[in-house]
Structures are given as C-alpha cells and as structure tokens.
C-alpha cells in the first residue's frame, strides 16, 4: 500500500515562508506524478502545485505561482513545497497527493485526477 505523511506546516506570520514535505512509502515515486492541494475551513480542496514522475515538468495554480516551488527527489521518496510570501488566506490544510491519471498536463489538476492522500499538515498564516 502507499502512505503518504504530510510535514512541516505550522504557524507563520504574513510575507513569511514555510517548507511542507511529504514522505511516500510503496512504489509511487519514479512512477507517478504528485500534487499538493489544499482545503481551507468551509472551502472546496484546491489544486496548488503539481510534479511529474521525472520531476521534468511542473504546475502550480495561478495563485501561487512565482511564490510555491514544488520539487521533488525520486531517491529519498519525497516531495516538497516551498511557500514563499504566504498570505492569510492561504491558511489551510495541505495535502499530498499520487496522481492516478495517465498523461502529464500543465494544470490545473482537480482532486479528482489524484488517488492517495495524505492525512494534510495545518498551515497558518497570520496577519
């Protein structure tokens, strides 16, 4: 079976910057892509960056990008996000996620597109 375990959330004030790690057991990397999403209180779970198998390409919502880096390292089985110049409302629950849909596309992805899930790391922004 695959696990993910979601790391590195936490409390952070605005402008600041967080590193969320996710730590996969089972045959997932090397093989499939992998995403990161998040759900705030009352909110639908959003697509927020995306990594293909190879780490080669990669997709971020528009909302993030130029400040999330997504990465990845096959080697260790692990992937990362790197959140730069957080904002309030980006307080959240932040998933992990194997992507199950064959063919790479820039984005963005929809949860639905994703099989495993992590169990979320809380991140919060203060203002």
């Known amino acids: 079976q695959v696990q993910l375990v979601e790391s590195g959330g936490g409390l952070v004030q605005a402008g600041g910057s967080l590193r969320l790690s996710c730590a996969a057991s089972g045959r997932t990397f090397g093989v499939s892509d992998m995403g990161w999403f998040r759900q705030a209180p009352g909110k639908e779970r959003e697509f927020v960056a995306a990594?293909?198998?190879?780490?080669?390409?990669?997709a971020y919502a528009d909302s993030v990008k130029g400040r999330f880096t997504i990465s990845r390292d096959n080697a260790k089985n692990t992937v990362s996000l790197q959140m730069n110049s957080l904002k309030p409302e980006e307080t959240a629950v932040y998933y992990c996620?194997?992507?199950?849909?064959?063919?790479?596309?820039?984005?963005?992805?929809?949860?639905?597109?994703?099989?495993?899930w992590g169990q979320g790391t809380q991140v919060t922004v203060s203002s």
């Open positions: 996620a194997v992507r199950r849909w064959a063919g790479w596309t820039n984005g963005p992805h929809r949860p639905h597109e994703y099989g495993y």
């Open positions: 990594i293909n198998w190879n780490g080669g390409s990669a």
